[in-house]
């Protein structure tokens, strides 16, 4: 048996590979692409199979013995495939909005969805993707759904692990918070009871063993990849907060084993199980935030994001100018899958500097609104967020992020904060690693202090208000 430890991230536009010491050395790393298809408008989809031919290739190739591996992954992404393995149709990714007039036409259940999930209705979850792909095969038979982690593992394992965890099962819109369990009345209610649904384990948990690998893997850790990503910036305690700028932007703030009562709209979901404990986060989600570079790359404002830090320091301060990235919809507060983009307060003086400062402006702006909804119900409050992702390396980015909500942000040294948190807790629970190792690497953060006076703020804040009230329901037939 191998020393060494692989972290597996199934991410929207990549997958990486992390191969680990026992020390939590990085002695090894590896991607490849994801390609995503866009068949229609609103329409978000991958091919999975291609996806596990490269990563089994590149799992053979590794030059080190493993002990073990984790996976963690974009979460609410949906598959459906048969008894023999095969899917009956390609992967929806969580952005995904081909079902936003369904889920408008059951917006009637949305609260008592609520009360049992912790999630709202929108097309960004599992289940309204479930029922389309149903509807859409019309297979009598018993079908297999999964979260990418059940699918990826289902196929690693020749179909012998049929499993997820309860961070992924967690986002599918169908699994009970309160009673941790696949919920039988929304599954009575929409249909899906020839459905056959994976088994809820703990995140840290022997699944089995791949058997299409070179060797027999060990799989350990399954985590969704906020959940994982929390872990390992060493979100422990009861008020602390994330946030990871990502494809979107994802904050989430630990709520201990409480149910979040007032959430403003926000989502309620689980952090982590310990000692058959849940502990909840109040979770809020965007989805546009690293999407908005990929965009400007493709109008070819920038030739890559090396450019986007000299273009946003050099910019003319346009205070009319606001870039509302709803590129997907609006996702919480709002939950309005119809919004659309819009760039606002155009004059002759705007070139692409000014565009490209006012996206990554838009960014803090999506996330600021989420701190303060979460700093205003929050016992504790926020004095401190905790930063990861490819856009945390932006310091402008980052310094009006700090501007504009008041607090402090601290930018987490490790990039992969995802795969470090699968890492850890393997590492953790198998006893070679105590709490000690996250905590050592949150004191070497980079630290952003608020500047600004609040009438300052208040003044960006009406400015950012009128426009979502401008974006908002523009793309629903009336």
Request: proline letters at 4%.
């Amino acid at each position: 048996m191998g020393n060494f430890f692989l972290t597996v991230d199934l991410g929207t536009t990549s997958v990486k590979l992390i191969w680990w010491s026992e020390k939590g050395e990085k002695v090894l790393e590896d991607s490849f692409p994801v390609e995503l298809r866009f068949p229609f408008e609103g329409g978000v989809e991958f091919d999975p199979e291609i996806m596990v031919k490269e990563l089994v290739k590149r799992i053979n190739q590794s030059p080190f013995p493993l002990r073990g591996m984790g996976i963690t992954n974009q979460r609410e992404t949906t598959l459906v495939w048969d008894e023999a393995g095969k899917l009956v149709y390609p992967a929806i990714v969580w952005q995904d909005r081909r079902t936003a007039t369904w889920c408008e036409a059951h917006r009637e259940k949305e609260e008592w969805l609520f009360q049992k999930t912790g999630l709202f209705l929108d097309p960004y979850f599992s289940l309204s993707k479930l029922v389309w792909i149903l509807e859409k095969v019309k297979i009598s038979r018993p079908l297999h759904f999964g979260t990418l982690d059940t699918y990826i593992l289902w196929v690693l394992s020749g179909g012998k692990i049929f499993s997820t965890d309860y961070t992924n099962a967690s986002r599918t819109l169908i699994f009970n918070l309160r009673s941790l369990c696949w919920d039988e009345e929304i599954i009575k209610e929409f249909g899906l009871e020839k459905v056959l649904f994976p088994q809820v384990v703990p995140s840290f948990h022997l699944r089995g063993e791949t058997q299409i690998t070179a060797s027999r893997i060990p799989v350990y850790v399954v985590l969704g990849d906020q959940q994982a990503s929390f872990l390992g910036q060493g979100c422990f305690e009861r008020g602390s907060t994330k946030n990871t700028y990502g494809t979107g932007c994802f904050l989430m703030a630990n709520w201990g084993n409480d149910w979040p009562e007032d959430t403003q709209r926000l989502l309620v979901t689980l952090a982590s199980l310990e000692e058959d404990k849940p502990i909840f986060a109040l979770e809020a989600s965007t989805f546009s935030a690293g999407v908005i570079i990929e965009w400007l790359k493709r109008i070819e404002l920038i030739k890559s994001s090396q450019d986007i830090e000299r273009m946003a320091e050099s910019a003319r301060p346009l205070e009319e100018l606001l870039l509302v990235p709803a590129f997907c919809g609006l996702g919480a507060p709002y939950w309005d899958p119809f919004a659309r983009g819009a760039i606002l307060g155009l004059t002759p003086q705007v070139g692409k500097e000014e565009l490209v400062r006012g996206a990554l402006e838009a960014v803090a702006f999506e996330v600021g609104d989420l701190i303060r909804i979460i700093d205003g119900i929050s016992p504790e409050g926020i004095r401190e967020i905790s930063v990861d992702g490819g856009m945390s390396q932006s310091r402008y980015l980052l310094q009006f992020q700090a501007d504009l909500s008041g607090k402090i942000i601290r930018v987490f040294p490790e990039k992969e904060a995802t795969s470090l948190g699968v890492f850890y807790l393997w590492a953790n629970r198998s006893g070679f690693l105590s709490r000690e190792f996250i905590e050592e690497r949150k004191q070497k953060t980079l630290i952003f202090e608020p500047r600004g006076k609040e009438k300052e703020r208040e003044k960006l804040w009406k400015k950012w208000q009128r426009g979502i009230d401008k974006v908002r329901g523009w793309a629903k037939n009336e």
